[in-house]
């Protein structure tokens, strides 16, 4: 999704389904990734999610 803000810029919005881990550092005005290897199995997972200290969802992983 893009919002046009004026002749000079734009406010830019990307939605991706990842599955690889990667590291993102930014320096100065760039952006260097680097893809991370995966976890060794097995992988424990979170459970429960908290915002500002309050559990909003809480799920169980299907075998």
């Known amino acids: 999704m893009a919002d046009i803000n004026n002749d000079d810029s734009i406010d830019l919005s990307i939605s991706l389904l990842l599955t690889e881990r990667t590291l993102v550092k930014e320096v100065g005005t ?29 799920w169980h992983e299907c075998l």
């Open 30 to 58: 760039e952006l260097y990734v680097e893809h991370a290897p995966e976890p060794p199995e097995p992988v424990t997972r979170p459970m429960k999610l908290y915002v500002h200290g309050e559990l909003v969802s809480e």
